[in-house]
């Protein structure tokens, strides 16, 4: 069962101001820290492997992460535009110890 929860990022966020001015683009380690927080409640340590950043996703576009249980304490995860382009997957083990 997947586990959805909205998310957009301000034109006006401060990334936007460097991150390609003129074309501004959401860093993918902001896109992992709300996939994070969504699916693990910011648990203190947290392995991502597998990921895969598959189109850039200019600051304002409405987007949907999504989650579920992949066995243990591992976590499928996902990054969907509201036309429902795939824009980033992969995996996390939350409570991992590097």
Request: glycine share 10%.
């Amino acid at each position: 069962m997947w586990h959805t929860q909205s998310f957009t990022l301000p034109e006006d966020h401060p990334s936007a101001a460097g991150h390609f001015p003129g074309n501004p683009i959401i860093p993918g380690a902001v896109l992992l820290d709300a996939i994070i927080a969504a699916a693990t409640g910011e648990a203190p340590d947290v392995l991502v492997h597998n990921t895969k950043f598959l189109r850039p996703v200019p600051h304002g576009t409405d987007l949907q992460l999504r989650w579920q249980e992949a066995g243990g304490s591992k976590i499928r995860f996902e990054c969907r535009t509201g036309d429902d382009a795939l824009v980033l997957s992969g995996m996390l083990t939350a409570g991992a110890t590097p």
